[in-house]
Every structure is written in structure tokens, then in C-alpha cells.
């Protein structure tokens, strides 16, 4: 699995392990056969069963159980999005989370619903030099969709981590680009002003944006890619920030969300 940036540019290579959860499937439907159980159905040959725990929805959202009320209802079908830092103190892992309730009858379907995730993972390191870059590859590629049956096991748990080529971003550029939105959206203001207050009071904080805000995860994405970008790397919590879609629920610490289904008037109805 790999992207990659416009020849000629200064370019840089991110690898993401991965690690999937829930169900194997089968046929056209990916409905789930009676026989299949939950477990890790894939994980990248540079993990370890030891960091299944670590990356799975319950651990990384803060909850002691995910259902799938907690799932926004414009985002069923995809699928809430985590991105955080490992909340185990001693990590030094990205972590890039999808999770959604499908149908053991397959999308569209009506059967009994079942937890599907899938993760990526990165150095820390990475996602403090490149945010943009990798928010807009999870929001483009990072799918919950089941593995098969047919797939062969050995294959599934020894995966190649998925390797990205990405631009460097000039500081310039993406500061022109923000003073452009200062002027012309209602997102790059707050987000700044929130960021910059939560490094001065280091208290627990989210800002959420819904459907007048952004049109769609993918333009939620640009926008706090483009603003994480501008944070230099001595931003005293950028361990703290978690970035979410879709998930009716936040972590502690500074946590932009999207709601695809908030609509403005209830935007202050909605508990961080």
C-alpha cells in the first residue's frame, strides 16, 4: 500500500503499521459467517499480540465499553475516527483509529451488529512533523471494512505496513494558507484561539464543529491538518491533542471534534 507526492518535491516516507479488528467475511456482501468470532484478524509483522489491547477502540476512546450509540448518525456507515497519541505513558506511538457497528449481513443489511476497527500506527515523531499529510491520508484510506475468510492467516498477521510518500510542507505556505481562512471561514479563528488558550491553562477542553461548519470529514480534516501543521514542534501539549469524527464522545486532554449530523443551534447541547 503506498501513495505517492508530485515528482520534483522535497518528499518524506511515513509507514503505518496496521492492526484490524472484529469479524472475518465472505462472498460479495462481506456478510460474517456463522461460524467467526471476534479477535485481531490482521496485524502488521512489526507488532506484537501485546499492543492488541493497547489499540483497541475501548482503550484509545477512554471508555470502559464503545457502543454504537456513541457513533454520530450521519457517520454510521463509515464509521467514527480517533487520532491520538497511545494513552499508555510510556508510548511514543501515533494512533489512527476507525471504528463502526455493521451488519453481520453486510453493509446495508439488517442483521445483529458487530464492532469492525481498523488502526494504523506511526511514530509520534511523525505525526507532530506531518498532521496534514496524515489526516488526509486516514480520511481518504483508513476503512473499517472486514478481512476475508479466504485470506490466508500467515499473510494476515505478518501484513506489510502500509508506506506513504508525502510533500514537505513550507511553513510559509501553510501560514499564507491559514491567514487566507482567517478571513474567509468560521473554523481557523477558533481553532487557533483554542489551541493557543489550551497551552495557557493546560485544562481539558474540545472544540466541536458539525455540518455548518465543514460539509464533509474529509474538509474537517484539511482544516485541523492545516492548523496542527502551524504548531511548532515545542507546542507544550501536543501530546494531549486527539483529533475526532464522528464519535459522540471525547478524550481528555485538547480535542477537536466533528459531528457530521450537529447542526448549529444544538452545537451547545452537546456534552465534551
Not at 148 to 154: C, F, G, K, R, T
Request: glycine fraction near 6%; proline fraction near 7%.
Amino acid at each position: 500500500m503506498r501513495s505517492t507526492a508530485p515528482i520534483g518535491e522535497q518528499t518524506a516516507e511515513i509507514s503505518l503499521e496496521r492492526l484490524h479488528y472484529g469479524k472475518l467475511a465472505s462472498g460479495a456482501a462481506l456478510s460474517v459467517p456463522a461460524s467467526e468470532g471476534y479477535g485481531v484478524t490482521l496485524r502488521s509483522s512489526n507488532l506484537q499480540p501485546a499492543d492488541d489491547r493497547l489499540m483497541s477502540p475501548p482503550q484509545l476512546m477512554a471508555l470502559r465499553r464503545f457502543d454504537p450509540d456513541l457513533v454520530d448518525s450521519a457517520a454510521r456507515l463509515r464509521g467514527a475516527l480517533l487520532v491520538r497519541l497511545s494513552p499508555e505513558p510510556q508510548s511514543s506511538r501515533a494512533i489512527f483509529l476507525r471504528a463502526r457497528f455493521r451488519p453481520e449481513d453486510g453493509d446495508g443489511g439488517t442483521g445483529r451488529l458487530y464492532q469492525q476497527s481498523a488502526v494504523w500506527s506511526a511514530p509520534a515523531a511523525e505525526w507532530r512533523r506531518h498532521p496534514a499529510a496524515l489526516l488526509a491520508m486516514v480520511g481518504a484510506e483508513l476503512d473499517a471494512i472486514p478481512d476475508l475468510v479466504s485470506d490466508d492467516e500467515d499473510a494476515r498477521f505478518s501484513a506489510e505496513p502500509a508506506r506513504y510518500i508525502v510533500r514537505l510542507l513550507d511553513p510559509q505556505d501553510v501560514w499564507s494558507a491559514l491567514e487566507d481562512s482567517l478571513e474567509q471561514s468560521r473554523w481557523a479563528a477558533p481553532t487557533l484561539e483554542f489551541l493557543a488558550h489550551g497551552a495557557e491553562t493546560g485544562k481539558d477542553a474540545t472544540l466541536t464543529f458539525g455540518a455548518d461548519d465543514f460539509a464533509s470529514e474529509a474538509a474537517f480534516l484539511r482544516a485541523v491538518g492545516l492548523a496542527l501543521q502551524f504548531l511548532p514542534a515545542s507546542y507544550p501539549r501536543w501530546r494531549e491533542i486527539s483529533v475526532v469524527s464522528g464519535l459522540r464522545h471525547a478524550p481528555q486532554g485538547l480535542c477537536l471534534r466533528y459531528l457530521p449530523s450537529l447542526r448549529a443551534a444544538a452545537q451547545n447541547a452537546v456534552a465534551a
